[in-house]
Structures are given as C-alpha cells and as structure tokens.
C-alpha cells in the first residue's frame, strides 16, 4: 500500500465517526509542491457533534498509541481543533477539523466579497476566512460520504469576482496603512513596531497580489514566492521584500531607509494591480 492509499484508508475509517462527513487531504501533498519529508493534511469535516472519543480510538488503532484529539474549538476559533499523529513509519499526519456548515457560511461570505481576519497560533500574520473555501478548492477529497465536499469542491473552483475586489482592495489599504504606522516608530528606534508594521504590509501585499489573480491564499508559508511568481507582480518584488524584512536596522536612519523601501513596494504592488 503506497502512502495516498495510506491516507484514503484512513479517511475511509474517519467517516464512519458519527459527525464526520468527509475527509480532504490538503496541503503541499494535495497541491504536488511536497518534499519527502512534508507532513500529511487531512480536513476532517464535520457536521453537528462530533464523537472525539471514536476519533482518538481511530487515531490510536493508526499510530499504534494513545492520541489526544483537540475537540472543536480547542486549537482556536479558526484552526479549530485536531491531532498530531505519528504513524509506524514516522510518517506524520496532521488532522485538522473543519465544521462543514461553518465552511458553507464562510463560502457564502466570500461569494458576497465578505471576508475577515482573526489572530491565531500558526498564523503570524492572522487566519483569512477565504482560507476556508480555498482548503476545499485545492485539496483533494479522499472520502465523501455523500458527495458534499465533492460539490462544494466544484463550486469554489472559480475565485468569486466580489472577493478578488474587496480583498485585493482591502490587503492594499492595510497595507499602506501599516507602513504608515511603522513611520511613527522610526523616529524612537522602536523595532519591534516597526517590524510588526512591515511585515503586516508585506504580507498583505501577498494576498492583494493572490486575490488580484484570482488565487486562493491558505497560509504564510511559501506565499511570498507564490505571489513574486504570479502575472502582475512587480519585478523583484520577493528579493526586495526578503531585503526588507531581513534588513529592517535598529537605528532610526535604519529604519528610515527600510520604512522608504516598504512604502515604494505598497506603491509599485498597487501600480501593477491597476488600483
């Protein structure tokens, strides 16, 4: 048995959990941009209440231990809950709980150009709601016990034209007002605000850039390379905010420099996407 076989056996035993409806692998797995020794993602959806006991009775037959399953709502308000399982093989699987209903709601925002953000561990530069809807549409459904995630899948295929607006034109306005906020840090050497500032602007930039394109954006990770490889980016715009970031300065003429070059990026990122 190959590794996604692996994998669709064990969605294939999640779904006969009392609440699970379906199960998604995500990830660098699902979209093909894994290394050898990427963890595995697996969307765990659920509907109603969901019986963790059963689940970690699961997650103890796979890994051959005892697993403690983080019930809704135990990882945070958008990550949600989930479990860190560590197979025979030292493979590593991360399950992730998604209340479908939940998903649905988020989708129906999105569609309407309605989107949020909320702090969470794991997301330095906080959750995207159209993270969500963006799960479905890149992962891959290994089990479905209806065909509901298999639909929806079809559905957020196509980025809604109201989200690549408000959320493009959003991220740029945050984005320039974080670098802003940074200039009043400049003055006191105060690096810590500074940095924050900046890396907030950057990372908007990044989903100004993926929302323009009609591209979802899940998380930080690698999104600052996806973003300089896209259409409408300007050019070198991954090394120059990696000089950014990674040359910020402690002096106040430092962090001059640095918060001149932020606020050119805002400019030539805004330029580019014709806002």
Not at 180 to 193: E, I, N, Q, R
Request: charged fraction near 20%; include cysteine; glycine fraction near 14%.
């Amino acid at each position: 048995m190959d590794d996604l076989q692996r994998m669709t056996d064990i969605a294939s035993r999640a779904v006969r959990v009392p609440g699970v409806v379906g199960v998604m692998l995500g990830g660098s797995r699902a979209r093909g941009t894994h290394r050898a020794d990427s963890d595995w993602d697996l969307g765990v959806y659920y509907r109603g209440e969901l019986d963790l006991a059963a689940l970690e009775s699961l997650a103890a037959a796979v890994t051959g231990g005892p697993v403690e399953v983080f019930g809704p709502g135990g990882w945070g308000a958008w990550v949600n809950g989930g479990a860190w399982l560590v197979l025979p093989d030292g493979s590593h699987v991360d399950w992730i709980l998604r209340d479908v209903d939940r998903v649905r709601r988020v989708w129906q925002e999105c569609r309407a150009g309605r989107y949020e953000t909320g702090m969470q561990a794991g997301h330095p530069l906080g959750f995207w709601s159209p993270a969500y809807p963006g799960e479905v549409a890149l992962g891959q459904v290994l089990a479905d016990t209806d065909g509901e995630l298999a639909r929806l899948k079809e559905e957020t295929r196509h980025y809604p034209e109201a989200l690549r607006t408000s959320l493009s034109g959003g991220a740029l306005w945050d984005a320039g007002f974080s670098a802003s906020m940074a200039a009043k840090s400049c003055g006191s050497g105060d690096v810590l605000h500074a940095s924050l500032c900046l890396s907030r602007a950057v990372g908007d930039l990044v989903q100004a850039l993926h929302a323009h394109h009609g591209i979802w954006c899940l998380n930080e990770k690698g999104a600052l390379a996806a973003a300089a490889a896209l259409r409408a980016t300007p050019p070198g715009f991954a090394a120059r905010a990696t000089t950014l970031l990674g040359q910020l300065g402690g002096t106040p003429e430092e962090l001059r420099r640095s918060l001149t070059e932020a606020e050119r990026l805002v400019a030539d990122v805004r330029a580019a996407v014709g806002d």
